[in-house]
T-cell receptor, first 116, second 112 residues
Framework: GAVVSQHPSRVICKSGTSVKIECRSL??????MFWYRQFPKQSLMLMAT?????????EQGVEKDKFLINHASLTLSTLTVTSAHPEDSSFYIC????????????FGPGTRLLVL | GENVEQHPSTLSVQEGDSAVIKCTYS??????FPWYKQELGKRPQLIID?????GEKKDQRIAVTLNKTAKHFSLHITETQPEDSAVYFC???????????FGKGTRLSVIA
């Protein structure tokens, strides 16, 4: 099946620093990737839709200057949490669609971010 | 936009019994309905999905039913096993490049 990887799996950083999270589709090309945030014991909250070669589409309430998304190739999307604060601590998960017209999404293993 | 409601939020069953989780959606244009299983600290795993041109789909002990008129779909797990214990999420989308909208999840506990 389709494999999506994420790096790093967990990161601890000081308040005010920026953190970059990578999402890769390992055995397929993904023109569209999605970034989610998940708080403990809660559902997945969509943050943004990442489209290869164009600007990401952010959900209402998500600051695009705070959460920078770059989808520079068909297999890689990155999420940068800029000037991270403790309230940004969360589980960040990406997903990728197989291809246009096929809705199936496969999730990465997630990145646990802790901001001190 | 789409809104997906999921019930119950928690469900406990005895090993060997069946478990049913129900979801409703609001957008009649939605046509794709996947179910994901998420174990603690891990990624959501797709376990089954159904498209709007089908009323029921089965894969071994797992089945999903869809009622387009009532705008609800359900996950059925038969002969439950302890390893079925996890959080299950339903989702809906209108297809194309649109993202999935998730329900709030159901924490299933299978008691041995």
């Amino acid at each position: 099946g389709a494999v999506v990887s994420q790096h790093p799996s967990r990161v601890i950083c000081k308040s005010g620093t920026s953190v970059k999270i990578e999402c890769r589709s390992l055995d397929f090309q993904a023109t569209t990737m999605f970034w989610y945030r998940q708080f403990p014991k809660q559902s997945l909250m969509l943050m943004a839709t990442s489209n290869e070669g164009s600007k990401a589409t952010y959900e209402q309430g998500v600051e695009k200057d705070k959460f920078l998304i770059n989808h520079a190739s068909l297999t890689l999307s990155t999420l940068t949490v800029t000037s991270a604060h403790p309230e940004d601590s969360s589980f960040y998960i990406c997903s990728a669609r197989l291809d246009r017209g096929i809705e199936t999404q496969y999730f990465g293993p997630g990145t646990r971010l802790l901001v001190l | 936009g789409e809104n997906v409601e999921q019930h119950p939020s928690t469900l406990s069953v005895q090993e060997g019994d069946s478990a049913v989780i129900k979801c409703t959606y609001s957008d009649s244009a939605s046509n794709y309905f996947p179910w994901y299983k998420q174990e603690l600290g891990k990624r959501p795993q797709l376990i089954i999905d159904i498209r709007s041109n089908v009323g029921e789909k089965k894969d071994q002990r797992i089945a999903v039913t869809l009622n387009k008129t009532a705008k609800h779909f359900s996950l059925h797990i038969t002969e439950t096993q302890p390893e079925d214990s996890a959080v299950y999420f339903c989702a809906a989308s209108i297809g194309g490049n649109t993202p999935l909208v998730f329900g709030k999840g159901t924490r299933l506990s299978v008691i041995a």
